[in-house]
């Protein structure tokens, strides 16, 4: 049993930073993917960025590279996503995943994540 637990959403105005964390508590994999998917009111939880198991390799959605940054500690079991230049179209619920790979090309389609967050809200505002 993994449990994933977001942390350090809010409400920023345009142009703000926000750095989310997520954790892995549990008996969790030794090598698995981590990422991020937002989801709005309306739409289908969208790809945001993922991980591999080393941190060796990470991937963006076209939306947010060269302002989203992933990364990860495993010693910790954890995953960050520093958030910069935020937009208002950025407001989402963001989830954490994860899923058991050692992959330098994790999947990037929520169902091939077992293991989820309960979101975080981030809110920008213009």
């Known amino acids: 049993q993994v449990q994933l637990v977001e942390s350090g959403g809010g409400l920023v105005q345009a142009g703000d930073s926000l750095r989310l964390s997520c954790a892995a508590s549990?008996?969790?994999?030794?090598?698995?993917?981590m990422a991020w998917f937002r989801q709005t009111p309306g739409k289908e939880r969208e790809f945001v960025t993922v991980?591999?198991?080393?941190?060796?390799?990470?991937y963006y959605a076209d939306s947010v590279k060269g302002r989203f940054t992933i990364s990860r500690d495993s010693a910790k079991n954890t995953v960050y996503l520093q958030m910069n230049s935020l937009r208002p179209e950025d407001t989402a619920i963001y989830y954490c995943?994860?899923?058991?790979?050692?992959?330098?090309?994790?999947?990037?389609?929520?169902?091939?994540?077992?293991?989820w967050g309960q979101g975080t809200q981030v809110t920008v505002s213009s």
């Open positions: 995943a994860a899923y058991s790979t050692k992959s330098l090309r994790p999947a990037q389609y929520p169902g091939a994540f077992g293991w």
């Open positions: 549990g008996r969790t994999a030794s090598s698995y993917a």
């Open positions: 991980i591999s198991w080393s941190g060796g390799s990470s």
